[in-house]
């Protein structure tokens, strides 16, 4: 305190000093973060694929594919089942193939007396126009798949008798046929050898 000329007190002010400023806090970085997998490794570790070798065959090792159409075809070429159905001498010959010489159930052929289980039709004679509505009958009442051999020429194309009005020229022209079978009469090697070439057409079918 200071006292003037009329004892007046005067406070006396000084000035203290400035001192450094306090430091602003600059605000802290935030953490970065990051995905931890290591419980879902082994889960989400992929798969090693062999270059080369089919992916079936690492999963599931040992076990035989085999396309549907063959499995089906190889029972229906080993399953076949003729009607015994004959028009002319040629059915004498398709008898003889029936008999225990021959052995067609070796072939896993078998005749049948009933178009309703049977899936093969042996035209074996001269389709006549007044049979021809018979022989379209028996073949609509087979169930499918179903196939037809023309045995003979006169079922082929009429034989020696093109020239009669009343043949039917081939009895292609009534029913589709999958195999032919020449000779007048074709003896039963020839038959057997007709049933070995639809085995054949009917392994190398393939169904959509």
């Not at 070429?77 to 004498?92: H, K, N, Y």
């Not at 225990?100 to 309703?116: A, Q």
């Not at 018979?134 to 020696?160: D, F, H, R």
């Amino acid at each position: 305190m200071a006292v003037n000329d009329r004892s007046t007190l005067v406070a006396e002010t000084t000035t203290a000093p400035a001192g450094p400023a306090p430091a602003t806090s600059e605000p802290l970085p935030l953490p970065v973060y990051t995905p931890d997998f290591s419980p879902e490794l082994e889960r989400l570790r992929p798969l090693t694929v062999t270059p080369g070798k089919a992916l079936y065959r690492e999963v599931l090792p040992g076990v035989l594919t085999v396309p549907v159409d063959a499995v089906l075809a190889l029972s229906r070429r080993s399953s076949l089942w003729p009607m015994t159905f004959g028009l002319a001498c040629c059915a004498i010959e398709m008898i003889a193939s029936f008999l225990s010489d021959h052995d067609l159930d070796r072939l896993g052929i078998v005749p049948w007396p009933s178009p309703r289980q049977s899936d093969v039709m042996i035209v074996s004679g001269t389709v006549t126009k007044k049979m021809a509505p018979a022989v379209k009958l028996l073949y609509e009442q087979m169930p499918g798949p179903k196939w037809v051999i023309s045995m003979g020429a006169c079922a082929t194309n009429g034989g020696p008798y093109s020239a009669y009005d009343r043949v039917v020229q081939g009895v292609d022209k009534l029913i589709p046929v999958d195999v032919y079978i020449p000779g007048c009469p074709p003896r039963p090697e020839a038959l057997i050898d007709g049933f070995i070439a639809l085995q054949k057409k009917i392994a190398a079918e393939k169904h959509a």
